[in-house]
């Protein structure tokens, strides 16, 4: 079956530091997309991506569809202490509407 | 615009023991999922909906969970009898076309005792 590799694992960063994350599929995918999920809640749409070398920002955040459709970045500039949390890339491929999520980036921010 | 709304939030059960999760999608979303997290985890795949008709089933452990979304809105997931391994985060998720991309509710914190 389809896997995401998602890394790092967790990041520890000083507030203002710049982060940069990635996954990468084993299989090609038609959208990716980016979700923080905070203590206690469901995960949240950060970014959705629908074509390859597509680079979406939403405010601070920055995300691209890699070329291959096989790989997809996110950065986050000037971090805060609320970008604290996990961050799942997830990866969409053909007609089926399953998502396949990576195992999350655990981001914690010292202020 | 209201979210997807789960209920209840949290639930602590003994082993054996039956459980039920409710959830409503965001308005006009006729597609629906629910997922199941477990600790360190993505989510994965349990059932998605198209409107009543479960159309992606093979993930669901048939042998316990049980699925239904009658009227094609409101949606419940049913284990029974609940296992120790069933400990998890249910999520329930929405979309709508063209994109089909997915909102999530909050989920539901299970607890097998």
């Known amino acids: 079956g389809q896997q995401l590799n998602q890394s790092p694992q967790s990041m520890f960063i000083q507030e203002g530091e710049d982060v940069s994350m990635n996954c990468t599929s084993s299989?090609?995918?038609?959208?990716w997309l980016w979700y923080k999920q905070d203590p206690g809640e469901g995960p949240v749409l950060l970014i959705a991506?629908?074509?390859?070398?597509e680079l979406t920002s939403n405010g601070r955040l920055t995300a691209q569809f890699g070329i291959t459709r096989k790989d997809s970045f996110l950065n986050i500039s000037a971090s805060i202490p609320s970008d604290v949390g996990i961050y799942f890339c997830?990866?969409?491929?053909?007609?089926?509407?399953?998502?396949?999520f990576g195992k999350g980036t655990l981001l914690t921010v010292n202020p | 615009e209201a979210g997807v709304v789960q209920s209840p939030r949290y639930k602590i059960i003994e082993k054996k023991q039956p459980v039920a999760f409710w959830c409503n999608p965001i308005?006009?979303?006729?597609?629906l999922y629910w997922y199941r997290q477990n600790l360190g985890q993505g989510p994965e795949l349990l059932i998605r909906?198209?409107?009543?008709?479960?159309?992606?089933d093979s993930q669901l452990p048939k042998d316990r969970f049980s699925a239904e979304r009658l009227k094609g809105v409101d949606s419940t997931l049913k284990i029974q009898p609940a296992e120790l391994g069933d400990s998890a985060v249910y999520l329930c998720a929405s979309s709508t076309r063209p994109t089909e991309t997915q909102y999530f509710g909050p989920g539901t914190r299970l607890l097998v005792l």
């Open positions: 299989s090609i995918f038609n959208t």
């Open positions: 308005s006009g979303h006729n597609t």
């Open positions: 909906y198209e409107n009543e008709e479960a159309v992606d």
């Open positions: 991506l629908y074509k390859a070398g």
């Open positions: 997830a990866g969409r491929g053909g007609s089926n509407y399953k998502l396949t």
